[in-house]
């Protein structure tokens, strides 16, 4: 696979049981801004400009996955799987519901130890 296809992380993605608390605490303690908040959860920027998610806790706590940017999400989506990841979600188009929306494409993987993957890339 090419590895320009992934030049980095966009974001990590906690589950947390009180996001807005969250929220505050990464603001106040470590820089962040808050980039996207939405019914249901939010993104912060780091002051290096990577991103933190947080969604509620349901069936999962604590980390959830790993975002990367993806130049491409549906070629990346099928090159992991012929290299031995599993789908979670195929590749779709969706716009976050947020002030201002941000409409992205993703996919969702779990490597070969299980571990969830998003594939990211803002349209």
């Not at 099928?78 to 990841?85: H, S, V, Y």
Request: glycine residues 6%; proline residues 7%; contains cysteine.
């Amino acid at each position: 696979m090419n590895l320009s296809v992934f030049p980095g992380v966009h974001h990590v993605c906690m589950k947390v049981r009180d996001i807005q608390k969250s929220v505050d605490f990464y603001v106040s303690q470590l820089g962040y801004t808050v980039r996207l908040q939405w019914d249901g959860g939010a993104m912060l920027k780091s002051p290096d400009g990577t991103h933190l998610e947080f969604f509620p806790v349901d069936e999962e706590e604590g980390y959830s996955h790993v975002a990367y940017i993806c130049k491409d999400v549906d070629k990346a989506y099928a090159e992991l799987l012929e290299n031995g990841c599993t789908s979670v979600s195929a590749p779709e188009s969706l716009t976050i519901p947020s002030d201002p929306a941000l409409p992205v494409r993703i996919a969702f993987v779990r490597d070969p130890a299980g571990n969830k993957i998003e594939l990211f890339k803002e349209l």
